[in-house]
């Protein structure tokens, strides 16, 4: 069982900085595809943001393109990132981290961490 914790959310102002972390217990997450979601009141969650296990393919959702950097910690293979860069209101959301075996082809979630931008 991976069990995993976010930490880092927060109020932010438009325009400013935060980086959001997530612990994995136990799990070494660099066999795991792992990815950051979102959900905003009332709408469906989203993928932000994805490193694929093996390649090390990133990828996007376009709302966040060059103002997002998710990346794995390299010297803690039980942890992963998510810079986020010039914050909009519109990035104001619950933000979860996922973990998903490609050998097992299970998902793993996060509890999530509140993000709100407004001044």
């Known amino acids: 069982q991976v069990q995993l914790v976010e930490s880092g959310g927060g109020l932010v102002q438009p325009g400013g900085s935060t980086r959001l972390s997530c612990l994995a217990s136990?799990?070494?997450?660099?066999?795991?595809?792992v990815a950051w979601y979102r959900q905003a009141p009332g709408g469906e969650r989203e993928l932000v943001a994805r490193?694929?296990?093996?390649?090390?393919?990133?990828?996007y959702a376009d709302s966040v393109a060059g103002r997002f950097t998710i990346s794995r910690d390299p010297r803690n293979t039980h942890r992963i990132y998510l810079q986020m860069n010039g914050l909009k209101p519109e990035d104001s959301a619950v933000y979860y981290c996922?973990?998903?075996?490609?050998?097992?082809?299970?998902?793993?979630w996060g509890q999530g961490t509140q993000v709100t931008v407004s001044s």
């Open positions: 996922n973990a998903y075996s490609p050998y097992t082809q299970r998902d793993y």
């Open positions: 136990e799990s070494n997450l660099s066999l795991f595809t």
């Open positions: 490193i694929t296990t093996r390649r090390e393919t990133k990828n």
